[in-house]
Nanobody, 128 residues
Framework: QLQLVESGGGLVQPGGSLRLSCAAS????????IGWFRQGPGKEREGVSC????????NYADSVKGRFTISRDNAKNTVYLQMNSLKPEDTAVYYC?????????????????????WGQGTQVTVSA
């Protein structure tokens, strides 16, 4: 059974950092495109970042560019999202998603409709 499990969320003050992890079980991530998404209260799910299967291509939403970094360790079957300089507007449930494609363009990579396998999400709250 293909499963993704996110972890690392929590409560952090503005300006702080968190690192989210997305661990896969039941399949190997080597040939999967991975995306991070978030959904804030009363908002639609939006793409945050994505990474190609080999890790050589990354894309970011304009709202997080320069603050967030996506990376992957295929040996550990895990993808990470390092979030720095967090803002209250980053508060959301963060999800990772996987799709068996090597790479896609930025628009498709940040679109929820590209992905068929999703984790259950982890809450990130940025508040003083």
């Amino acid at each position: 059974q293909l499963q993704l499990v996110e972890s690392g969320g929590g409560l952090v003050q503005p300006g702080g950092s968190l690192r989210l992890s997305c661990a896969a079980s039941g399949f190997t991530l080597d040939y999967y495109l991975i995306g991070w998404f978030r959904q804030g209260p009363g908002k639609e799910r939006e793409g945050v970042s994505c990474i190609s299967s080999s890790g050589d291509i990354t894309n970011y939403a304009d709202s997080v560019k320069g603050r967030f970094t996506i990376s992957r360790d295929n040996a550990k079957n895990t993808v990470y999202l390092q979030m720095n300089s967090l803002k209250p507007e980053d508060t959301a449930v963060y999800y990772c998603a996987a799709e068996p494609r090597l790479r896609v363009g930025k628009r498709d990579g940040l679109s929820p409709t590209t992905y068929n396998t999703w984790g259950q999400g982890t809450q990130v709250t940025v508040s003083a």
